[in-house]
């Protein structure tokens, strides 16, 4: 039972460089998003998917980029890090289309931008 | 603009108090309310509600919603200090699951 699988779970990257944050599911769920909690602001949403596909922004898209060429899989991307964007970074997933929304996470992604 | 509002953002409780945790919220299209809790790591589900005035239990917690207020409460009886935790409301509306800024619950012994 892996459910979300999220990798790395710590990372520091000095300012400017990239880097893919990994996010699998084995639940063959269509709904799959990414947040970013930082301390008092609780979890705001950067970017979401309803299908392989299909990805649309969410709150916070600004400085990152994703793809879902997979029901399974939605890597994030950084593009040029920014120390703004050091925070702990939360995939989850769900049958949210089909009215469950219910989000299974994935265990965080620690992120330091120096 | 969808917005998740929790009451109050932290609280300090002796252990066998009874909390309540507010969560009220604005949002076009709503499809569900849910609670998490967050220890250290990966926010766990508790609940999810979808409709007015049915109390959902867990052992010791509750929640209700009442979608004329547009609003939910948690409640912890008996509080232990295991119940410390970040306790986060979110709201399901359209594609979004938007998460309030969560309540901070600290039980001491």
């Known amino acids: 039972n892996a459910g979300v699988t999220q990798t790395p779970k710590f990372q520091v990257l000095k300012t400017g460089q990239s880097m893919t944050l990994q996010c699998a599911q084995d639940?063959?769920?269509?709904?799959m998003s990414w947040y970013r909690q930082d301390p008092g602001m609780g979890l705001r949403l950067i970017h979401y998917?309803?299908?392989?596909?299909?990805?649309d922004q969410g709150e916070v898209p600004n400085g990152y980029n994703v793809s879902r060429s997979t029901t399974e899989d939605f890597p994030l991307r950084l593009l040029s890090a920014a120390p703004s964007q050091t925070s702990v970074y939360f995939c989850?997933?769900?049958?949210?289309?089909?009215?469950?929304?219910?989000?299974?996470f994935g265990q965080g992604t620690r992120l330091t931008v120096v | 603009e969808d917005k998740v509002v929790q009451s109050p953002l932290s609280l300090v409780v002796h252990e066998g108090d009874t909390v309540t945790l507010n969560c009220s919220y604005e949002?076009?299209?709503?499809?569900?309310l849910l609670w998490y809790k967050q220890e250290k790591k990966a926010p766990t589900f508790l609940f999810m509600l979808?409709?007015?005035?049915i109390e959902k239990k867990s052992g010791r917690l509750s929640s209700i919603l009442d979608k004329k207020e547009l609003s939910s409460i948690l409640n912890i009886t008996a509080t232990q200090t295991g119940d410390s935790a970040i306790y986060l409301c979110?709201?399901?509306?359209?594609?979004?699951?938007?998460f309030g800024k969560g309540t901070s619950l600290l039980v001491t012994p």
């Open positions: 639940m063959n769920h269509e709904y």
């Open positions: 979110a709201v399901g509306s359209g594609y979004a699951l938007n």
């Open positions: 949002v076009t299209n709503f499809r569900s």
């Open positions: 998917s309803v299908g392989a596909g299909i990805t």
């Open positions: 989850a997933s769900s049958y949210f289309l089909s009215g469950n929304t219910e989000a299974f």
């Open positions: 979808t409709s007015s005035g």
